[in-house]
């Protein structure tokens, strides 16, 4: 059982920043989904094994980053020029390929809620 746990969410002002991070031991590919309430969860990044393999939803493109540094099993979420469509809770999830954690991912984090103030 891979166990993942996220963190730096928060409340920001509209045009502000948060980088999120999360604790993923072992070698995946990496995602990160938000969700608000009576909504499907929705992708917002994957990030292969190799960090230079990315994707992105067309609503976070040029404002989201993903990375990781696997030194320290953490996956970050760069977020800039936040929107308050932006609010949601944000989940990692981890999969044994980019294909599998855009599509479903086989592990989940409990979530962290990022609020953006209009």
């Known amino acids: 059982q891979v166990q993942l746990v996220e963190s730096g969410g928060g409340l920001v002002q509209a045009g502000g920043s948060l980088r999120l991070s999360c604790a993923a031991p072992?070698?995946?590919?990496m995602g990160w989904f938000r969700q608000v309430p009576g909504k499907e969860r929705e992708f917002v990044a994957a990030i292969g094994w190799t960090p230079d393999i990315t994707y992105y939803a067309d609503s976070v493109k040029g404002r989201f980053t993903i990375s990781r540094d696997n030194a320290k099993n953490t996956v970050y979420l760069q977020m800039n020029s936040l929107k308050p469509e932006d609010t949601a809770v944000y989940y990692c999830?981890?999969?044994?390929?980019?294909?599998?954690?855009?599509?479903?991912?086989?592990?989940w984090g409990l979530g962290t809620q990022v609020t953006v103030s209009s």
């Open positions: 999830g981890a999969a044994r390929s980019t294909v599998e954690v855009r599509r479903e991912p086989s592990y």
């Open positions: 072992g070698r995946y590919a």
